[in-house]
């Protein structure tokens, strides 16, 4: 199993980010995914997470309303939209899914300061 994020960077307040993540190694159509982040100095934490059937979506209270979790399962590819962006919402944001344990990928950091 392989998680590979991409697409993070610095970012002005208000402005907008999709992250990727692009899976290999297990049949991805059929696992729900995970994002979580983690800041310096705190634990990480759960931000959003998508089905594998239907393709439902639950968001952590922080990001709801600002941020879109999707998947493309022909490309293998978990998406997280993020848009009107804060300061607070600097952190290493990683994928994440459960194929007979945790797997994680590298991360990818999001910087949002003016």
């Known amino acids: 199993v392989q998680l590979v994020e991409s697409g993070g960077g610095l970012v002005q307040p208000g402005g907008s980010l999709r992250l990727s993540c692009a899976a290999s190694?297990?049949?991805?159509?059929?696992?729900?995914m995970n994002w979580y982040r983690q800041a310096p100095g705190k634990e990480r934490e759960w931000v959003a997470g998508?089905?594998?059937?239907?393709?439902?979506?639950n968001y952590g209270d922080a990001v709801k309303g600002r941020f879109t979790i999707s998947r493309d399962n022909a490309k293998s590819t978990v998406y997280l939209q993020m848009n009107s962006l804060e300061p607070e919402d600097t952190a290493v944001y990683y994928c994440?899914?459960?194929?007979?344990?945790?797997?994680w990928g590298q991360g990818t950091q999001v910087t949002v300061s003016s």
């Open positions: 190694g297990f049949t991805f159509s059929r696992y729900g």
């Open positions: 994440n899914t459960y194929y007979g344990r945790m797997y």
């Open positions: 998508i089905t594998a059937i239907g393709g439902n979506t």
